[in-house]
């Protein structure tokens, strides 16, 4: 790849692991000075993290905040004001299947509950719109699969929100993977950890999380050990934390660890929880050995490296949100479908895992992938 290309690569924050990129548009045409139709972009569920991208699209080169599903109407005003919305273009969870005469809205963004994804992106499918989806993709395999499913009958694409996909740390480490720079890698641990708050949330609702800490933060440990290691895990075992607070978690779990064995011999052990703060990941090669801490949370991520320093694997700050629809801008104004691992295909692929680390723990045995 010559220089140039890697440049604007770099500059829509995609990485080698993104290509092949063959947009019917150039790079060169999707690169800052981008004039063309953008897209019109919903976000369904206006919680914390739709308010996170809605940051991220102020002054978007590819995006127009053009609508918003709702279940509060107190929360219509101020959105509709700063985002000059349409009336036509405000809608709630009965509602939202008439999204489909919305005919400036190209993409809906789906920031609600887990256990909500899957029937909140079918119906955009049948809308006829393209889906983004925030993570876990689902509460089930099954439901994943119906999602992809639903998405290709309707000739739409479905994209899962892995925003560290842009991260230009974890696009490094992705990279010293796929061309073993410092050798094979043969150990990747990740610990994410967050303190959840009070008891009566979402987060720990069975119904509406599908589970606990694994399904909410331990998916970006489990991920990581994926792309750092390229590969995908054949079998786990795990095993579940001390109960803590018999009233918070009387649904989902706070801890759970696990351990990955993949087919090159490389291992991976990953522990997420609701009750600290800790957000680790370090990942073991043949010469060095790169540590993030923070890892996955939003930054700034810090790198330190042993057997050497970190020149290399250090970057600076890059909102996480703005760069991951920037990136995905050019993806979706293209004709040709999305690289696997920004797709559906990437969230099934980590529901299969997450729901075989459940299993290995409940069971006390290995499972196979
Ligand atoms: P919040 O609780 O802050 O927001 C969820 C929103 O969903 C609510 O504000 C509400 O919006 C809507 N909603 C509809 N039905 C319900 C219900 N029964 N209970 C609660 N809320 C409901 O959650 P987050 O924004 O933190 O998380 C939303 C999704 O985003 C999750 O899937 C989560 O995993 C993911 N996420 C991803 C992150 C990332 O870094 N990629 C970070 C954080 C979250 P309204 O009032 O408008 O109806």
């Not at 009958?153 to 996909?165: E, F, M, Q, T």
């Not at 842009?166 to 490094?172: A, D, S, V």
């Not at 009233?247 to 087919?263: A, D, H, M, R």
Request: charged content about 20%.
């Amino acid at each position: 790849m010559d220089k140039k290309r890697r440049a604007l690569l770099n500059g829509l924050g995609l990485s080698l692991a993104s290509l092949p990129f063959t947009s019917s548009l150039s790079l060169a045409e999707h690169h800052a000075k981008y004039k063309g139709k953008k897209l019109g972009i919903a976000l369904v569920g206006l919680g914390r993290y739709a308010n996170r991208i809605a940051d991220g699209l102020v002054n978007s080169q590819f995006w127009n905040l053009n609508g918003i599903v709702t279940g509060s109407p107190e929360k219509i005003p101020a959105w509709k004001e700063k985002w000059k919305l349409k009336d036509s273009n405000i809608f709630n969870y009965d509602n939202y299947d008439q999204l489909i005469n919305a005919k400036d809205i190209d993409v809906v963004y789906i920031c609600l509950p887990n256990s909500m994804h899957a029937d909140f992106t079918i119906r955009a499918a049948k809308a006829g719109k393209h889906v983004i989806c925030e993570k876990p993709m689902a509460v089930s395999v099954k439901e994943a699969e119906d999602m992809i499913a639903a998405c290709d009958r309707a000739g739409v694409k479905l994209a899962i929100g892995y925003r560290l996909h842009f991260n230009p740390y974890h696009q490094k480490i992705i990279e010293w993977s796929q061309q073993k720079t410092f050798g094979n890698i043969g150990y990747v641990d990740g610990v994410f950890s967050i303190n959840v708050g009070p008891a009566g949330q979402w987060r720990l609702d069975k119904k509406l999380a599908g589970g606990g800490s694994l399904m909410d933060v331990g998916i970006y440990c489990v991920q990581a050990a994926r792309y750092a290691t390229q590969e995908e895990p054949l079998s786990v075992t795990a095993q579940f934390g001390p109960i803590t607070d018999r009233e918070k978690f009387k649904e989902v779990e706070n801890g759970i660890s696990w351990q990955l064995k993949f087919p090159s011999g490389a291992y991976s052990t990953g522990y997420s929880a609701y009750q600290n703060y800790i957000d680790t990941l370090t990942v073991g090669t043949e010469q060095k050995t790169f540590s993030l801490s923070p890892a996955y949370s939003y930054g700034p991520l810090k790198s330190s490296v042993f057997g050497g320093d970190n020149s290399g694997f250090s970057f600076p700050f890059k909102h996480h949100q703005q760069t991951q629809m920037e990136a995905m801008g050019p993806l979706f104004l293209s004709k040709d479908p999305l690289p696997d691992h920004i797709s559906g295909l990437e969230g099934l692929k980590d529901m299969k895992i997450l729901m075989a680390i459940y299993k290995a723990a409940r069971n006390g045995k290995p499972v196979k992938i």
